[in-house]
């Protein structure tokens, strides 16, 4: 893989962000405009959180299969898993929620595959929040590199045959709605640490960037891709002690999300030459109609089927905040 720019071979990476079938659906729409513009089969990194790796995982697992986008299409608009599972994991003694997830997923998305069994494709990160250290906690694999999982802390062990659906039913395990998923020293032998468990990633880092950022991987262009739900002003704030719990996680991931892009700003001009582009969902410059921006902020981030119309705004926001970006930021990737 890699784009040539100028006759020079350059690494691009794709970070797509957590957000329920809203945000596959949105990340959906950057495929496809990165797909017109004969850039999508190129890329060399995706890295993935929650709603983000569902999209990211399918589209790995079908590497070069131009039908792969509208089949992943025709599943966000027909399919509604987070009331089957969570209703099916209280019924059922012997499966939990995330069994029941992660069921789902399999059966309608990744058909037996593994980890080790995507070669073909990009290198591509999972990502998960690991409840034992507090670090974001991967599952990469493909782009020639071994399939592993683990973090920088507590170290990283061989993966290839983790199955890929609960890969991406740990990235997208969100509290308190599905339990965290736990892996014993059978799986995923640590030091210091009896086990871990492991929950959504967007605990940690709901865009993902970290993998972009790593010297190992040696980007030259990175693209996130952000359809998480952004903070928005209140006019008559909470005064109940629970809601004040949501409400300050709300707070604290988008203090996180305000940092990471800190972080990309900050790369810009780097001596290694990384030239960061980003699009958040709540962007109206750039977008393809008025109010775009502000219906696809007003669909709902669960695990529920979109409507046309939903799926519509969110593919074209998506499609035309990148070209704008790419455009302003990046057009030697457009010549």
Known sequence: MTIRVNGQKKRVGLALSGGGFRAAAFHLGVFRGLHARGMLWDLDL???????SIAGAFLTSHWGEDDALDKLED?????SIAVSSVIGGILDPFSSRLD???????RDLFKGRTLGSLQRGPRLYLNATNLSSGNMFFFVTGGGGPAEMGEWQLGTVSATDFALSRAVAASSAFPPVFPPLRLGPDEYPAGGVDYVTLSDGGVYDNLGVNPLMRSRNALDYVIVSDAGKPFEIDERPTESGTAVLVASIDILMEQVRGLQFKRLELSVGRPDGLKPVWFSINSEEGQARAGDA??????RTHLKKLSGAEMDVLTRHAGALLEHRLQLYTPELLA
């Not at 029941?100 to 399999?106: E, F, G, H, T």
């Not at 502000?294 to 669909?299: H, R, S, V």
């Open 46 to 52: 995706l890295t993935c959180v929650s709603g983000g």
């Open 75 to 79: 599943y966000l608009r027909s399919s």
């Open 100 to 106: 029941k997830l992660r069921d789902a997923y399999d």
């Open 294 to 299: 502000a219906f696809a902020c007003a669909i």
